[in-house]
């Protein structure tokens, strides 16, 4: 396995979208978490815990497993925002090199934002379905729930493939 020299590090400061994919992410994510505060001495002892493929439940748990997405939320959070900081250690293609690395890390950088908003976006709907679905509300996504998981996870990565396939 060829070992790679070091990367040239570069500041390229954040663009608007990269703000703005920040804004929406975190605003679901916080969100969920301060509806799941503000409902929890209402919600019942046994809340859905998981979902199929239909977007219909089957599986019941305690309460205390809402607590599981908004942990994993910020494991995601965390462990992306270093990657986002560092687009020098992602994995590139072999031409590579000084001039064309910012273009190369800006892609990958916004690729990392994306899919790290769109987890938090997801997770928070997820929050808030397993909620509404405890107390009744009756605010479903249901069986549209996971062709928008496997769209909004895929589609950013194919769209990022195409535009580092066209850097010269």
């Given at each position: 396995m060829p070992?790679?020299?070091e990367r040239l590090k570069l500041k390229i400061p954040k663009t608007k979208s990269e703000w703005l994919w920040d804004f929406i992410g975190y605003s679901f994510y916080f969100g969920s978490i301060v509806l799941l505060i503000a409902v929890w001495n209402i919600l019942p002892e046994?809340?859905?815990a998981h979902y199929n493929a239909f977007g219909e439940i089957d599986?019941?748990?305690?309460k205390w497993e809402l607590l599981i997405l908004p942990g994993i939320g910020a494991l995601i959070l965390l462990f992306m925002q270093i990657m986002?900081?560092?687009p020098e250690v992602h994995q590139y293609p072999e031409r590579l090199?000084?001039?064309n690395a910012e273009q190369f890390y800006l892609i990958s950088r916004?690729?990392?934002n994306q899919l790290k908003n769109i987890c938090l976006i997801l997770f928070g709907?997820?929050?808030f379905e397993m909620v509404s679905d405890a107390l009744g509300w009756g605010i479903r996504f249901g069986k549209w729930l996971l062709p928008l998981i496997i769209i909004g996870t895929i589609a950013p990565i194919i769209i990022g493939m195409i535009k580092q396939s066209k850097i010269k």
């Open positions: 070992i790679h020299k046994k809340v859905p599986r019941w748990g305690s986002e900081k560092h090199n000084e001039a916004k690729l990392v709907v997820l929050l």
